[in-house]
């Protein structure tokens, strides 16, 4: 196959100006100024392309020349466990590690769940969400001791539901111990920013959190935990997952190490220390295979301040933390036997919803409630307290005032939230909210206009239920860990990910918002200063579905 040299056409964005300088404090510096830069203000959004040749898209999938692929079954369809078990501990049975479960943790996470037509337009979606549909996350196995698969590295592809052989050690061995199985995440950055200019790095983060989340629910499906690999750093994941091998990337867009994942598949105690993960205590010879494709070959801008913040929050090896304590009693059992793999592979983006709908008050409680942290999934992926809490522009919720509520997600969080919004809000108890479900009434009022105008004037997030922001504690986060930047996000697009299942479990529907007016929306809160930040928004309401949309199967044909 013909290769291609990238011509970079140097359109330049500009830069942080913070220095070269690598410290703590710089780092920090070029993060918050890379937030400041990146906020869309009601007079101006973020730095991006001016125009957009849409036929010019980089290719959505990567692949690597040159690696033996092994194509992976396709079986969701056969797993029955439901989606309401998921949260219900202990009670899904850990499935046998195999190859036949390996493809059912990738088709129900990172796989593709249909192909949409429209028009002479056909576009592939995804279990996982993106913004702009432009999947910018990247996905690899990492095994041991799992026949018939070699001990290695392997990229997902998802395009064809495969394995593309990266690193190979041998055939499987240790196969008297319990099998190592890791998930690596990576982001290319291009991919977003080809739309999105500079505030793509937020995107890509946001995407990585729902990734993350992806993984997690499917892996609880097979009754299996997954948890971030805390004491892993940047550069080594970059070394695991090849991404520092700059030979196979030569001219085409490099790939930003970003997460492992350690897949637990048995019932060990899931805080147990993080597993060692230098590969030279692994098997001896080595081999390397293949090199990536190009996805743009034509690519516009270059935005230099996404590099800097990719640098800026690269974490460098920092402890792990203490766990978080669970505050909440348990989620009520629920029976209903829809199969998670089916809500999995239905969940869809609402790109209208009926305002003519509202939902029900209870729905809507046990709805929030799924949201605050417990030792479920997707909550017991890492182990640090909730930074992340709802600030609520309801809508259209029965029996429910529309206005704008709060709902704090850690212990005390509320308080320290108090002393930070808008002094005059009445933080009342709605009516009927359950005693251990911390929602909070701030004003009394419709808000839908505002939510729309805050909302880059998109109409979701007024004609839904309700809409939306995710406040970080941010400043406090980042000042110790500039890398925390990232993990903030993911967070976000792990609530992002809970809204999205949640919402379909009860026949809603929900849609992720990247687009909105930052300070607008702090402002509303009567929040200054960089204590909290929004970092995502989420609409949930009663969709309208666009018949002109014609859906197919992800993989006709493979049938
Ligand atoms: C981080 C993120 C931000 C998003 N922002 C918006 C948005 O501002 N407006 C919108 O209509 N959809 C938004 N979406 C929804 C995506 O467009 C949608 O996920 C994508 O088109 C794929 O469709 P699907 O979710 O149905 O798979 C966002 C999704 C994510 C994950």
Redesign the pocket.
Known sequence: MQRYRRVFTPIQGGSLGTGDADTLESRLARVLAYHERTKHRVSGYARGPEALDWSGQPDPFRHFDGCARLSLPLLADTLTTPFSALSQPGSVAPQPVSLETIGLLFELSLGL?AWKTYGPDRWA??C??????LHPTESYLLCRGIEPLDDGLYHYRCENHSLERRRGSGPAAGLDQPPELLIGLSSIHWREAWKYGERAFR?CQ??LG?AIGALRYAAAALGWQLRVVESADWAQIARRLGLDRRQDFVGVESEEAEVLLEVVTDRRDPTLPDLPIDPATRAGADTWYGTANVLDRHPMYHWPVIDEVAEATRRAGESPRQAAGETFPPLAAKTDPTPAATLIRQ???A?RFDSGKALARDTFYDLLDTLLPRALPPWDVWRFPARMHLALMVHRVEDLEPGLYILPRAAGAAEALRAALNPSFDWQRPTGCPEHLPLFRLAAGHCGSIAKTI??H?A?ATDSAFALGMLAEYEAALQPAPWLYRELHWEA?LL?QAL?LEAEARGLRG??????FDDSFHELLGLTGRTYQSL??FTVGYPITDSRIISSAPYAERD
């Open positions: 769940s979606v995804r996982n969400p993106s913004s702009g549909n995107y946001l995407d729902h969940r869809r983006s790109q909302h880059c998109q979701i697009g992002g999205y849609t992720g918002i990247g687009c909105f995502y928004h």
